[in-house]
């Protein structure tokens, strides 16, 4: 019985091929879709999976309250994990970790001379032997308890270690140099981490060795939090992170008692890839939110491609009511009938799925990019895949084919014999223009969604940050006292360029992610303020070179001994002070330093648009000075980054040069929207060809349907555009109604997404326009075609067919 219904089937697809290719481009389209959705869903929420510890596993972060909301920090001070493990002795393990950006490695030969050098971005980290008590790693050489309990000592991923030395099982005992500071011993060698990992550290020295990188007064400083300085702990299995979060209360008042507004917390370990409040190690994040709807995009394609058949098969059920009709007379049960017609549903399935896996496999190399899949990635590399395809072939047979096989076996034998048999009695015309408002309804809301995205990012790209950002050249100066004296000699090569306008030594530029928090107060208030300030340490020429905009005062002089404070806006805001012209004059001690405010800038923006403005002070601190940015002319660019590089190669002879534009490093902030926008917009094409293939499939069945009655009326004298207007009106109609159900959806979701951003686009009325406009011409285009056709038809030929 099974090879009869499968001739049937087969026989069946080969008889209507226009119905069965549409069906099945339909169908492989929508499930290559939630397909792709589905590896890049499950490969996001596989990070960090691989630690056996890891529902135990807490970093500790800070939260700072105040009136005008909160801030957010991941950050500790650095004698935090000392404290901590003696004031809780219960925790197993509490390991500190000196995050690394952007560190030069150097291979040393035996005689100590670097032979290879490498910029790592952000692969280096300090750690002691107890955070692989913590984090679960595979060695290859070396032992966890040993290999970082002395200082100097560094541990290399296999894959580092082949990059430095060739060969991974000759580097153990070699010798690197961090940065042309510290010199480093290779004691151990890890298994490369897997893809789908936040901790991206494949360098890790011992966390004694920071003692001869930073000052010492850090490390018994309270006051002072480094961003790059985290905390991790493992909790004891009977202890509850909402108690623990309770008793660091205690813990903050014990050590920090002057911080009322501040808040130590626990983040788990599974939270660490989704909280952009708390960006991971690696910087790349991607929140919950986003998942979802990624989800729900890939379900709503996946609902519309089933519409698509369920729609076409109950249309084309009319020219199948003999064939049940004979096999009922012929002995078949309702019951067998509706096997077999969920036998064909199943092949056309069965094929879409097939289709749909070549056609991922095909498109991988193109996502890549926008979907943050691994390069080389397969669709064979998610362990799941196979169950999934599984699942997705009996939910879209059962979803697609139940009810066209309900239909189909439910017909009366005598009237399908005798021909009486109507697109009425066949029941399924109210559920088939239900659908197809369902179709659209859903291809409305991701237009819209991806019209609000792009918007935002338009926004996000033309947005007055404060401060100028085009034409500016950044490379970053070597962290050690010889680069910091070499800083006016460097100033003046490169202020020779005729190509270089401007030229400022500093921290960081206006916008550049980082952060260093300290207290600060008026010294003629009793108590620091309830809120932190942002330090950057710039130059006199800082202003200038970026732009920043004075709306009272004037730049620091260019001593360092002049010890003036310029800064923002948004700190006379929050301390109550109106008119700019009263903190002149004022004085600010920070980590217990006293500076008068010699000027105060307009707000600008520090990090991305998903960021408050924050109180920001800059002064001039030579020795934190580690970058330069040159405003360089548009003429002669290449020769102005090739003399750029030249000036500072030789300075700096014993580093890697590697210089980006501000901008771009500016763009890199909204990474993932872009995206995100770009997979909105590539979804919402989906949708649109979908639902026009399944439109053009009924307005197809309507026109044969309508066959005499279009024949009739050209004879009468209808003209093409009345024809037109037959067939397309009342799919017109539904099209208007999906746009009426879409809109309100539309804006919830995306009003939603934008509260991401503390700085964002309007949703305009205009978008739901041109959606809806949209969706009717492409509507109007996809049913004129049909019916252009069927209007060109000879109306003799028409009248003659029964």
């Known amino acids: 019985m099974l090879q009869n219904y499968l001739k049937i089937a087969i026989r069946n697809l080969l008889r209507h091929k226009a119905f069965s290719v549409l069906n099945i481009i339909g169908l492989a389209v929508g499930i290559a879709a939630a397909l792709v959705i589905f590896l890049v869903v499950s490969f996001e929420l596989s990070f960090d999976t691989q630690h056996a510890k890891r529902d135990r596993i807490y970093r500790v972060v800070n939260e700072f309250k105040h009136a005008a909301g909160k801030d957010y920090q991941t950050g500790v001070p650095f004698p935090f994990g000392k404290a901590l493990q003696t004031d809780y002795p219960e925790l197993e393990k509490v390991a500190m970790v000196f995050n690394g950006n952007n ?18 971005e952000i692969t280096v980290a300090f750690a002691g032997p107890e955070y692989f008590g913590i984090f679960d790693y595979k060695w290859l050489s070396g032992e966890a308890a040993q290999a970082l309990n002395k200082p100097n000592a560094v541990v290399l991923s296999r894959r580092l270690a082949e990059k430095y030395f060739g060969n991974w099982q000759i580097a153990n005992g070699k010798f690197l140099k961090l940065d042309n ?6 004691t151990g060698i890890l298994e490369d981490l897997p893809e789908h990992n936040d901790l991206k550290k494949e360098v ?22 480094w961003s790059d300085s985290q905390c991790y702990l493992l909790l004891p299995a009977n202890t509850s992170e909402k108690a623990f979060n309770a008793s660091l209360v205690n813990f903050l008042k014990k050590h920090q008692p002057e911080d009322k507004n501040h808040t130590y917390l626990l983040q788990p370990l599974h939270d660490l890839h989704f909280n952009p409040n708390y960006p991971p190690p690696s910087f ?19 609902v519309i491609a089933c519409v698509n058949f369920v729609n076409l098969a109950t249309a084309q059920a009319l020219g199948r009511a003999k064939e049940a009709g004979v096999r009922k007379v012929l002995g078949s049960n309702r019951n067998q009938l509706a096997w077999q017609f969920l036998g064909e549903t199943f092949l056309i399935v069965l094929l879409a799925v097939l289709l749909a896996a070549v056609l991922v496999q095909f498109m991988l190399p193109v996502l890549q990019p926008v979907s943050n899949l691994p390069e080389n990635y397969t669709i064979t590399d998610n362990a799941y895949l196979w169950l999934f395809l599984l699942g997705l072939i009996v939910v879209v047979t059962l979803l697609s084919g139940l009810y066209p096989a309900l239909v189909l076996s439910g017909f009366q034998p005598i009237q399908a014999l005798k021909s009486k048999m109507t697109i009425q009695t066949i029941g399924g015309v109210s559920l088939r223009k239900a659908l197809v408002v369902l179709q659209f309804s859903v291809s409305q809301v991701l237009i819209i969604a991806t019209l609000i995205a792009v918007s935002q990012m338009d926004f996000i790209q033309t947005k007055d940050l404060g401060f100028n950002q085009k034409a500016i050249l950044l490379t970053e100066i070597p962290d050690d006292s010889l680069a910091v004296s070499k800083i006016e000699t460097l100033r003046n090569q490169f202020a020779a360029l005729p190509g270089v306008e401007k030229i400022s030594f500093h921290s960081d530029a206006p916008a550049s992610g980082n952060s260093s928090m300290t207290n600060f107060r008026f010294t003629n208030m009793a108590e620091d303020e309830d809120f932190p300030l942002s ?4 130059d006199a020429t800082y202003f200038d070179t970026f732009a920043l905009r004075f709306l009272a005062g004037r730049p620091y002089a260019a001593s360092d001994t002049a010890r003036g404070v310029v800064i923002n806006q948004m700190l006379l805001e929050k301390t109550g002070i109106k008119n700019p012209e009263e903190a002149i004059g004022k004085t600010i001690s920070i980590s217990g330093r006293k500076y008068p405010v010699v000027g105060v800038v307009q707000n600008f923006h520090q990090a991305s648009l998903r960021q408050k403005i924050v109180p920001i002070g800059m002064v001039s601190q030579k020795s934190s000075f580690r970058q330069v940015a040159l405003k360089v002319t548009g003429h002669n660019l290449k020769e102005t980054q090739a003399a750029v590089k030249n000036i500072w190669s030789a300075t700096f002879p014993d580093y890697v040069y590697e210089a980006t534009f501000l901008d771009e490093r500016i763009a890199e902030f909204y990474e993932e929207e872009a995206k995100m926008a770009t997979l909105f917009q590539l979804f919402a094409g989906v949708a649109i060809f979908i639902g026009c293939l399944g439109l053009y499939g009924l307005v197809s069945f309507v026109a044969v349907q309508k066959t005499k009655e279009i024949g009739i009326r050209k004879v009468l004298g209808a003209s093409l555009t009345n024809i037109v207007a037959l067939l397309s009106k009342d799919f017109l109609k539904l099209v208007i109604l999906a746009n009426i159900i879409a809109w309100p959806l539309a804006w919830w979701a995306m009003n939603n997404w934008l509260q991401d951003f503390e700085y964002r686009t309007p949703i305009g009325w205009w978008m739901f326009a041109v959606a809806g406009l949209g969706a009717l011409i492409i509507a109007l285009v996809t049913i004129s075609f049909q019916a252009v056709k069927a209007g060109l038809a000879n109306p003799v030929k028409a009248l003659k067919n029964e």
């Open 204 to 225: 890790i020295v011992s966390y004694a060795t920071i003692r001869s990188l930073i000052d010492a007064g850090e490390f018994t400083n309270w006051r002072s939090v």
């Open 535 to 538: 330090m950057k340490a710039a």
């Open 181 to 186: 500071e510290a010199l480093l011993q290779v």
């Open 284 to 302: 790349r994040s991607i929140s919950k939110d986003t998942i979802l709807a990624l989800v729900l995009i890939g379900l709503f394609i996946l």
């Open 103 to 120: 560190n030069q490695i150097s291979v040393l030969d035996p005689n100590g001379k670097a032979v290879k050098k490498f910029r790592e």
